[in-house]
T-cell receptor
């Protein structure tokens, strides 16, 4: 079965600092990996996806993630945090069918001014 | 356009009520999903419809009854719910094409069962 583990339920950074949210996956087949963001009382918004085309994936709002097979990781980064980035971030994995999306527990990002 | 709409935004219902949640997308997606999200938890898959047919039911109690009238619409019929069913119910859709599996989510319906 596929799964993802997000390290750190809460991450706090200063405005302008690097954002690093960690995600490790477990999959017996080449995975599809995703990062979603959820603002309070809203649905999930897709930030970026990995589908084996390129290991460095660029997403919306300045976020990017790098797929590292040797480390089974797909960490999310942003060079400079903005106050508007404060939200909950979910890493997710699916198999080749794409129908069964399995989410990590989520990481709440706090941005301090 | 990557919009999935859900109605209502909020719903309060008693345990003996019957209500329905509605989801709509006009992106031509052929897969649609219902998720349940409890507070401070990730979304949990409930149902998947592929080409208007139910393809996955994650052992959801029968008091939740999904329906896919056409390729753009997805309903979730609710009957005799319990207070523990209170949650955010999210709808999502995706293409059924290799490499295009990303799911697009609606804003959700916040359900409270009293």
């Amino acid at each position: 079965a596929q799964s993802v583990t997000q390290l750190g339920s809460h991450v706090s950074v200063s405005e302008g600092a690097l954002v690093l949210l960690r995600c490790n996956y477990s999959s017996s087949v080449p995975p599809y990996l995703f990062w979603y963001v959820q603002y309070p009382n809203q649905g999930l918004q897709l930030l970026l996806k990995y589908t084996s085309a390129a290991t460095l994936v660029k997403g919306i709002n300045g976020f990017e993630a790098e797929f590292k097979k040797s480390e089974t990781s797909f960490h999310l980064t942003k060079p400079s945090a903005h106050m508007s980035d404060a939200a909950e971030y979910f890493c997710a994995v699916s198999d080749s069918s794409g129908n069964k999306l399995v989410f990590g527990a989520g990481t709440i990002l706090r941005v301090k001014s | 356009d990557t919009e999935v709409t859900q109605t209502p935004k909020h719903l309060v219902m008693g345990m003996t009520n019957k209500k329905s949640l509605k989801c709509e997308q006009h992106m031509g997606h052929r897969a649609m999903y219902w998720y349940k999200q409890k507070a401070k938890k990730p979304p949990e898959l409930m149902f998947v419809y592929s080409y208007e047919k139910l393809s996955i039911n994650e052992s959801v109690p029968s008091r939740f009854s999904p329906e896919c009238p056409n390729s753009s619409l997805l309903n979730l019929h609710l009957h005799a719910l319990q207070p523990e069913d209170s949650a955010l119910y999210l709808c999502a859709s995706s293409q059924e094409r290799q490499g295009k599996h990303e799911q697009y989510f609606g804003p959700g319906t916040r359900l409270t069962v009293t």
